[in-house]
């Protein structure tokens, strides 16, 4: 039997407090010791015989050399709003409305060559000769009256974004730190020289921990603190841009980008939305350059008898872990920060060999919602434990190899129900990690495909962690499936076109119209719906959620509506008289109403459907049998244990599989992992409170009672 | 003093019931006796000194004539359900869902020349020689696997539809009434001649009540009781549709119309949808050929000496009183149905001598909504009191000449209390008149326009009766705005491109995105946007209720969304931050939160806007000011009194205009008219409880007490 106290964790160690750090180190069974943004080991810590991970934001901390050489800054395309000419001459005031700490106007000639003035009512461009820039502003001649304008332009971020956030969250008062874009030669010269140096004054060190590489996720701040976020997404790509950038990639594609590309009507490109073909091809460009600069910091790291563990946040754009360049940077290990399943399945299916987990609540007075943690009126070994049950029953599915935390030790003295949580949830994890050693645990032979428009690109993720992106459907599936006994793949529009449905027994699209989740005017291919048609038809199975397939601006909204039986008014049927039906008010299966929300105008369109839930006349969740295949709709999916339930036996139900094969309870707020190798059922309570439940594997079943979130392990 | 007991009023008589019929002619006041549909007078009647209206439905009641000239009868497109080939051929049975009762398929060569098969997956159009006709089924060879048909095509309507209606919900077992075409050559000599004949039969008749033309509102059954109506729309023109017609167009026009041109991808087009290019010619050709038809008729009338009189209802399809043809015909009144304020708005406005109201509820055992009237349970005096609140505030504003009931006069037996209402609104209704013919009631100086695609065509309605089309905002703005002392009008985009926001104050918008109130694609026009701009700028006001002005598919999702303050995310917005904002939970006049709605993804865009109501994040209620200009968004509107004296304050605040000018009280359910030359001002209670108002006009102020629905008539 391996040892379930120790190894497999990263403390995060703090130097004042070395007592402390050793202390906790033991407990949690460290193998680790950390440094975090913001804090320094001693060598006290550094000397006790633990390795040691030293956090190198790469890009960051170079403020000296950022002054002397602003040209080697990072950049973004922002716009103006729009702004309504009331005579045939117009000013613009270009920062009007940004926060001006963020901000500095790039008006260098090579930067202006890409600032564009668009009239925006027409959709015309304004010639350069009838615009001028001065002092921050542009002034426009020869308006067309009552016609709306913008300028886009380029300007320097000259304040990195984490070090804003901490400032701004955490009142930190320290110099603001810039960041450089090893675009430029002279940065990028300057920056391996930096972390030549680095290494070499660091001995002490074992692994680097890359937080993370270049480009920040986009946060662009306002300068009213009515709207202090203008912009936030945790996968764009507008902070990559320069001049040098645009050029190369003028010389490589043929085309030019231009401002619009990014700005995209005042809008940006969103992660949520479908990208441009243009957007596509600048992140397969932006990609290659990352992976490339990421692969020569490694080297260097390497060189230097060092590891190279990568962040997977904050600086990471460009570094898509499934994308195709990823696994040629050579790093050794990818570390998450994980509040949910669908996270930890996210870093577990990475190509690299060490997969880390850094636990939330990180050790910080208030987390990211802005609730208090480590201070007064927090509770961390809640929140701690509320993540555990996401984590959990992740993990017992995907092998993660390590776990850890971040922030300030000390802050955790004074809340020893914490210590004594992650205590608790090391010594799981470690039996989780030991049967997963032993053999695999038991799948379902069901192939799940999740189908939107990024595909393999983005698996389980959309952009950002759960509580960001909630109102989306597709986070709370991905949350239910990263549990679950079954094969998940992503899947995008082109893998279809591909033959994807050859190996997938169920397809779930769920979205809103338009977004890239339901995959927008993707669904105007005939051969994507043909495709599915006979899928279906053959015998294969389609969930559709909230506004699967559906083509904006179309009568017939969802393009799969005759396969789902239902489709969507948002008007077109106003004249249309509408299927009467009785709700059965349950399913075939464990059913769950409060998961289902509710999609406005949902009708039934074939008098086949058979509709489990309604309110008043719009149906919540329907089956439908087309050909041999089958089909379900869900207005709506909100994770609990209990939804996930629904999930899962819905899926048993349309492929005719008997759960029990891959372990399963009979209890929704209870779940099971089945390992047969080591013939050992983990049986995880995921509620607060005790729960009866019946668990069945392949050859046998049990009655159990656990305590509130109790894990058992049961070798029969 | 003129006669308020008598004059103005229509009975429908009733042989067998002639004593009840001369005593309710007396009660009423009756000055017209009239037939119905399914009623004969007596001679006991008709000579007993009345006027005598009786109803003749043109094209219906020719069922010897129809069967001997099958090829006479009227017509429509249909398609078939769109059916997927589950190999390469595929058998479509045409009238498969459809009622059979109502549609015979037209296979003659002539119509099968319009017939369609269509590709409905990629859009395309299968070849003649790739399908073939026989037995009511189409049969498809070289199908594309898994791609879904359709066929368009031809049939008889062989059962007149409101006869149809009235088998089914009035449970007649007589003869299925058949339909002439007077596009038939042979058809349209016959009618002529019948109603000579007609005419000369019945010399008792002074007025023919033409029930309605030709061409009846769209009303599509289907085969099954689950979904017994398919399609149905008060205003759309598929069933003026022959071979004959589309050859006639084509030859005018210089271009065919094709199935698809009616079909519109199955969904056929609803008045509720912005019309096509080719559906507005096809509207225009109807027009002119219903007028000319239906002025031949009205001069077979004129030539023996009796009047015509129009109803407009039912067969009215092609006689919109408000196209520039109707005034032609010469008809000398107009009748319509109401149980609105709206609909005697639409009647009182058009351009013809009379203007008859037929209220409501009708003499029949059930109503329109399937509920009891004159049979147990009902309760017809309460209906009839409900409805009078409606029409009593709307030709308080604007006169009509005449009312009158219709049915079956004997159901009136065993509800005295329905007589006793009827002779009260009677005696009311003259009151009015009278003050009319003395002078106009006080206006307001606020010129209104309601912009929608359809413009002065349809003003007032939408599609169809009020509780038909409630789930509509406009209808609801349109029935408040029915009893306000404003001047109306209804636009269209063209008429705002010809400059009739010049004589405009207030503009309204009130839809659905991409719906025919809305507006649609006509929000793509930059020269609206701007035009709107201009007019906000300089001073006008605006008022977006719903989805005003919502382009599908845009980001930036209301064109006019820089005027409104507001913008609508249907998820474009996900990563753009929000404006905080502290709704103000009132307004500067009397707000009626309930009636607002709710519309989904509404933000805030601007930080000037005023939110005055929300629910949660979504604001409900906004005010703005740009330039000189003011706008207002309301989520929804629903009427009720209280809603509309919040849209009359609103309006007022917004143009700042002192209401008392046209008479106003303080409580919302209670309204006023003042007739500034007879110096009286009307004042009603709307509500079904007493209620104490302050009635204001210019020059005074006083106290009131109204009893439940009660009408006050005080000259000072």
């Given at each position: 039997m391996a040892d379930w106290k120790h190894g497999?964790?990263?403390?995060?160690?703090?130097?004042?407090?070395?007592?402390?750090?050793?202390?906790?180190?033991?407990?949690?069974?460290?193998?680790?010791?950390?440094?975090?943004?913001?804090?320094?080991?001693?060598?006290?810590?550094?000397?006790?015989?633990?390795?040691?991970?030293?956090?190198?934001?790469?890009?960051?901390?170079?403020?000296?050399?950022?002054?002397?050489?602003?040209?080697?800054?990072?950049?973004?395309?922002?716009?103006?709003?729009?702004?309504?000419?009331?005579?045939?001459?117009?000013?613009?005031?270009?920062?009007?409305?940004?926060?001006?700490?963020?901000?500095?106007?790039?008006?260098?000639?090579?930067?202006?060559?890409?600032?564009?003035?668009?009239?925006?009512?027409?959709?015309?461009?304004?010639?350069?000769e009838k615009w001028t820039y001065r002092d921050g502003r542009v002034l426009i001649r020869g308006c067309t009256k009552w016609h709306r304008y913008s300028v886009s332009f380029l300007c320097w971020r000259i304040w990195e974004e984490i070090n804003m956030y901490n400032h701004t969250t955490n009142h930190w008062t320290s110099?603001?730190?810039?960041?450089?874009?090893?675009?430029?030669?002279?940065?990028?010269?300057?920056?391996?020289?930096?972390?030549?140096?680095w290494c070499e004054a660091n001995p002490q060190t074992d692994v680097v921990r890359l937080t993370s590489l270049f480009y920040n996720f986009v946060w662009i701040f306002g300068s009213d603190a009515r709207r202090r976020t203008r912009f936030s997404d945790w996968a764009s790509y507008d902070f990559t841009v320069s001049p040098a950038a645009l050029k190369a990639f003028e010389a490589e594609y043929g085309y030019a980008l231009t401002a619009e590309d990014f700005i995209h009507g005042g809008m940006l490109q969103a992660t949520h939305r479908p990208p441009t073909a243009h957007k596509r091809d600048y992140m397969d460009f932006i990609q290659r350059f990352v992976a490339e600069k990421a692969k020569a910091l490694v080297e260097i790291i390497h060189r230097h008898g060092k590891q190279a563990y990568v962040f997977y946040d904050d600086s990471w754009v460009g570094m898509e872990p499934y994308a195709p360049y990823f696994r040629?940077?050579?790093?050794?290990?990818?570390?998450?920060?994980?509040?949910?399943?669908?996270?930890?399945?996210?870093?577990?299916?990475?190509?690299?060999?060490?997969?880390?987990?850094?636990?939330?609540?990180?050790?910080?007075?208030?987390?990211?919602?802005?609730l208090p943690t480590f201070s007064e009126g927090g509770h961390p070994e809640k929140d701690a434990e509320d993540y555990w049950m996401h984590v959990r029953r992740a993990i017992a599915r995907q092998p993660v190899q390590r776990i850890g935390l971040g922030g300030y030790l000390h802050l955790t003295e004074g809340f020893p129900e914490f210590t004594e949580a992650i205590e608790r949830m090391g010594i799981e994890f470690r039996r989780i990690k030991e049967l997963h050693e032993q053999g695999k645990p038991a799948e379902l032979p069901v192939k799940v495909a999740v189908l939107h428009v990024w595909g393999s690109l983005r698996p389980w993720t959309l952009s950002g962690h759960f509580h960001e992106t909630d109102r989306n459907d597709l986070i709370h599936v991905n949350e239910a499936l990263s549990g679950m006994p079954l094969q998940v793949k992503?899947?995008?529009?082109?893998?279809?076109?591909?033959?994807?449905?050859?190996?997938?027994?169920v397809l779930i699209n769920a979205g809103r119209a338009g977004d890239a989740w339901s995959g927008g005017d993707e669904w105007k291919a005939p051969e994507i719906v043909t495709e599915i048609t006979r899928f279906v038809n053959e015998g294969g199975s389609l969930i559709g959620i909230g506004e699967p397939s559906a083509v904006e601006g179309a009568d017939n909204r969802f393009a799969l509506s005759h396969l789902l039986g239902v489709d969507q008014d948002r008007g077109a049927y106003a004249c249309h008289g509408a299927w009467e039906f009785l709700a059965e008010k349950k399913g075939p299966f464990h059913t769950d109403r409060q998961a289902l929300g509710c999609t406005d105008g949902i009708r039934v369109i074939n008098p086949d459907t058979r509709v489990l839930f309604a309110k008043k006349e719009t149906p919540l969740m329907t089956l439908l049998k087309t050909g041999k295949g089958r089909a379900a709709y869900l207005a709506g999916f909100r994770y609990s244990p209990s939804a996930a339930r629904m999930l899962l036996e819905l899926i048993a139900w349309l492929t005719d599989t008997d759960l029990s094969r891959a372990g399963t309870t009979d209890n929704p707020e209870t779940e099971a992992a089945w390992f047969p190798e080591s013939r050992t059922l983990v049986v995880m309570n995921i509620s607060g409170e005790s729960e009866k439940t019946t668990v069945t594997w392949p050859g046998g079943s049990e009655k159990m009672v656990l305590k509130p979130r109790e894990t058992v392990f049961r070798t029969v």
């Open positions: 497999g964790f990263t403390l995060p160690g703090e130097a004042g407090y070395e007592k402390l750090t050793l202390q906790l180190a033991e407990k949690w069974g460290a193998d680790v010791i950390r440094d975090s943004d913001g804090t320094k080991l001693s060598d006290e810590i550094t000397k006790a015989g633990y390795r040691i991970y030293s956090t190198v934001c790469i890009i960051r901390e170079h403020n000296e050399f950022a002054l002397a050489h602003p040209e080697c800054q990072q950049q973004t395309f922002l716009s103006t709003d729009f702004v309504t000419a009331a005579g045939d001459t117009l000013e613009i005031p270009l920062l009007d409305g940004y926060f001006t700490e963020q901000f500095e106007i790039n008006s260098t000639p090579e930067a202006m060559g890409y600032w564009q003035v668009t009239d925006r009512t027409d959709g015309t461009a304004v010639p350069r110099e603001h730190l810039r960041q450089l874009d090893p675009r430029h030669p002279a940065a990028w010269e300057y920056l391996q020289k930096w972390l030549e140096d040629n940077v050579g790093f050794d290990g990818l570390i998450k920060c994980v509040f949910s399943g669908f996270e930890c399945r996210l870093c577990a299916g990475a190509e690299v060999p060490v997969h880390e987990l850094r636990f939330h609540p990180y050790l910080f007075p208030v987390g990211l919602g802005g992503f899947i995008s529009f082109d893998d279809v076109r591909r033959g994807a449905l050859a190996d997938t027994d």
